[in-house]
């Protein structure tokens, strides 16, 4: 053997060299997490360059993420140098093939410089072709139906069978859809994601002699998490690997999370069948995780009834017990993953870059990422954009920026037809004109709409938006900066629309306007009398521009799903309570929560050393605060390897809290200013009740517990009924004033 790869073979246990070993006939490679499949993977592709078995150019590598094609490719560099690497055909399904159809796609009728749609443009186009055909998008939202023409086609269901299989109204309209909207994509020359995989297998079908060109380049095929490839990427592996048959795919059945999403566990099972001659390969030895984390996993994954049977043991050390975290609220939790974080940051000198915080909704990220904010902790959000970023939180904060500055042009452009209220681009055009030609804003043009010249029905509408946004901008100084942005919500339609669609995205969109209240809600509370929407825009601003951490030593925030493949010393798990992990959708169906539970399993084997589960006693879900129960998830867990923040061994089915139930229901509802307008309109006897009686309390030199501040000490107090404030001390975050109303302080 030549000595480079020697090398290669050297940081394998006998099992994995077997693997790389194996070069020719198809291989599949199962096991569990941590036991070193991606890196036999990569290993495997160095081995068949050192050997001289092929040529950098003749092995296609497929991953599931960017980020895990870039981190093979530089473990592949280490190995057999840059230059050699270079010629890899490394990536993610979509990357590898949009370059095919970049060469190839003239002979199925497109240009090389054909765009991808992304799923805002998808929906934007269909938006279009709902008006051709007179489909009401307030009845039937584009989302749904992209959401419904995506799925056939992920499983390479084409338009007229689609129509066949149609079972619904709203499929009825997706089937009439579906063949306008490819036909429309085809003439703008651009492909959606789902083209991407399907366009090629069309490409290969028509020309096989393009085919018999990408068979006989690739001889070595690897494809890395191959439980979470779907039908198309199936059929395109398949025909790909047809002619030399050098098939290597690694995976893990007990880590398929992505089903939502047309992924298909069978395709493990459908390689035995269509290769029965494959060398089947189980890696069985974890090199990641703690004996304690490694106990867990199993305790989890036994629940799960379709699932391979598969060991795992581990040489490494048994490590510290995995500790469950109780919270009162998500701030709370927020701020107990903080508190972690800098304790084990300082005691056992951890880098920011060990620790990740995992979720599995993206709107947990907003208040993990204050509290981390506030510590001073650099962070990044991996995945979906910082919660600021979102297109529904930009919507909602254009919408109040217009409030405090009306000529503020980019945030009027991005709202004033949305919801669609009929201000179609046309008049938008004239309106500008209009401005542009009195020399005004285009705010001012809306003022004066009547002179502009519009038909009566587009002025109409102007008119209204007008009134809407003028309506509001004059009760600015009158009303609660939340009731206000909540009332205005309301009332451009924006709330009902995310609604209506009802779609999950639709629903994690709403829960993340719902985050943007609480969050305001929370401003009004801590800022108190000072408390203006001008304020709270400022701290946003600011929020969003925050960026002066170095790149690299962060700490990861992220959803389970996007943490698929990574590891880390430290890991966080939060939001374990029913309804959010297992989300409620999932409860009804047993594949579905086995599904729920294998992410639970991916998240808990991301951990090398310490693990933390973390759960709040109450959280702000579908527009208020409520109180949650613990995850099913940790109820069913029979084993001795958790403790409690008090170090004490934790038994399922254990009340942690031991307080009595009446002091415990206060705590579990601590935010009555959370709570939505009508609410707290209709429970005025609560309120009375609640704030008189803690208000009597209250005198300067008591002793006070805030929900978030923690303990303090008031020194004084001002003002009268509503108004009365209290200024308080606290050791952990300095002296605040705040409103008696809101603050519900508990005197202790
Ligand atoms: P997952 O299922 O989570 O994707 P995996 O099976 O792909 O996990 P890897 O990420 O390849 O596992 O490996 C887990 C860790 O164990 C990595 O840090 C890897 O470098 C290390 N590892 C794997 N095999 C060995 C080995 N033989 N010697 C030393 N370390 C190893
Ligand atoms: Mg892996």
Not at 608 to 636: D, I, T
Request: glycine share 6%; charged share 30%; net charge neutral.
């Amino acid at each position: 053997l030549p000595e480079a790869a020697a090398r290669i073979l050297e940081g394998l246990n006998p099992v994995q060299r077997q693997a790389v070993q194996v070069t020719e006939g198809p291989v599949l490679i199962i096991a569990g997490p941590g036991s070193g499949k991606t890196r036999t993977l990569t290993h495997r592709i160095a081995y068949l360059i050192a050997t001289g078995r092929a040529r950098p150019h003749q092995i296609l590598a497929l991953t599931f993420t960017n980020k895990a094609a870039r981190e093979m490719m530089e473990r592949i560099e280490r190995l057999v140098g840059a230059e050699a690497a270079r010629h890899i055909w490394m990536g993610t399904f979509h990357a590898i093939f949009a370059r095919i159809l970049r060469r190839e796609g003239h002979r199925i009728g497109y240009t090389p410089d054909f765009s991808i749609y992304d799923t805002d443009d998808s929906e934007r186009l269909l938006r279009e072709l709902m008006a051709r055909y007179h489909i009401d998008p307030r009845q039937y939202s584009p989302r749904t139906i992209r959401h419904l023409i995506s799925g056939a086609k992920n499983q390479m269901i084409g338009p007229e069978e689609y129509a066949r299989l149609v079972a619904s109204p709203v499929q009825e309209k997706a089937a009439k859809l579906y063949g306008p909207y490819q036909e429309a994509l085809r003439k703008a020359n651009a492909l959606d994601f789902d083209d991407l995989l399907l366009k090629p297998i069309e490409l290969f079908e028509q020309h096989p002699d393009v085919l018999q060109r990408y068979q006989e380049r690739w001889r070595y095929l690897h494809i890395d998490e191959y439980q979470d490839t779907n039908r198309a990427q199936y059929v395109l592996a398949r025909k790909l690997a047809a002619a030399h048959r050098n098939l290597c795919v690694v995976g893990d059945d007990a880590q398929s999370i992505y089903a939502f999403r047309g992924a298909d566990i069978g395709n493990i099972l459908s390689f035995q069948r269509d290769y029965p001659d494959a060398t089947v390969i189980r890696l069985e030895q974890n090199y990641r995780s703690t004996r304690r984390i490694l106990k867990l996993a199993e305790a989890i994954i036994q629940h799960n009834r379709d699932q391979l049977e598969k060991r795992l043991w581990t040489e490494n050390p048994e490590g510290d017990p995995i500790v469950l975290i109780e919270a009162l609220s998500e701030r709370d939790e927020a701020q107990k993953v903080e508190q972690r974080i800098r304790d084990l940051h300082v005691r056992y000198g951890y880098a920011f870059r060990d620790f990740a915080v995992l979720y599995r909704t993206n709107a947990q990220s907003r208040s993990l990422e204050e509290a981390l904010r506030r510590g001073g902790i650099p962070y990044r959000v991996v995945g979906g954009l910082s919660f600021y970023q979102r297109k529904e939180i930009k919507d909602v904060l254009a919408y109040l920026r217009l409030l405090v500055n009306p000529h503020d042009a980019a945030s009027l452009q991005r709202v004033i037809n949305y919801p669609a209220r009929g201000i179609g681009q046309r008049t938008i055009e004239v309106l500008a004109d209009y401005a542009r030609q009195h020399g005004l804003s285009l705010w001012q043009a809306i003022e004066r709409v009547e002179e502009v010249g519009l038909p009566t029905r587009a002025q109409k509408a102007v008119q209204e938006f007008h009134f809407l946004i003028a309506r509001h901008a004059a009760k600015m100084d009158a009303m609660p900066v939340d009731e206000l942005a909540r009332s205005l919500l309301q009332e451009s339609g924006l709330l009902e629309e995310l609604r209506r669609e009802g779609t999950p995205e639709a629903l994690a969109r709403w829960e993340n306007v719902q985050e943007l209240l609480n969050a305001i809600a929370e401003y009004v509370a801590t800022a108190g009398e000072q408390a203006t929407l001008s304020g709270f825009l400022q701290e946003v601003a600011l929020l969003t521009d925050l960026d002066e951490m170095p790149e690299d030593n962060r700490v990861t925030l992220m959803t389970l799903h996007a943490s698929k493949g990574l590891e880390f010393p430290v890991v966080f798990i939060t939001g374990l309570e029913e309804g959010l992990f297992p989300l409620a959708q999932a409860t009804q169906d047993r594949k579905d929560l086995e599904e729920e539970r294998r992410l639970f399993y991916v998240g808990v084997t991301r951990a090398q050393r310490h693990l933390f589960l973390c759960y709040a006693r109450s959280r702000y879900r579908y527009g208020e605060q409520q109180p949650s129960v613990r995850s099913r998830f940790l109820e069913e867990l029979d084993t001795d390897v958790i403790v409690t923040e008090a170090g004490l061994p934790f038994r399922r089915g254990e009340v942690l809290d031991r307080r009595p139930r009446s002091e415990r229901y206060v705590e579990m509802d601590p935010h009555y200013y959370r709570r939505p307008l009508q609410q707290r309109r209709s429970s005025g006897a609560t309120r009375r009740v609640v704030y008189d009686e803690g208000a009597g309390e209250i005198v300067p030199g008591a002793r006070v517990e805030h929900a978030i501040f923690g303990e303090g000490k008031v020194l004084a107090l001002e003002g009268q009924g509503d108004q009365a404030r209290a200024i308080v001390f606290f050791p952990e975050v300095g002296q605040k004033k705040l409103v008696l109303k809101f603050a519900r302080l508990r005197r202790i």
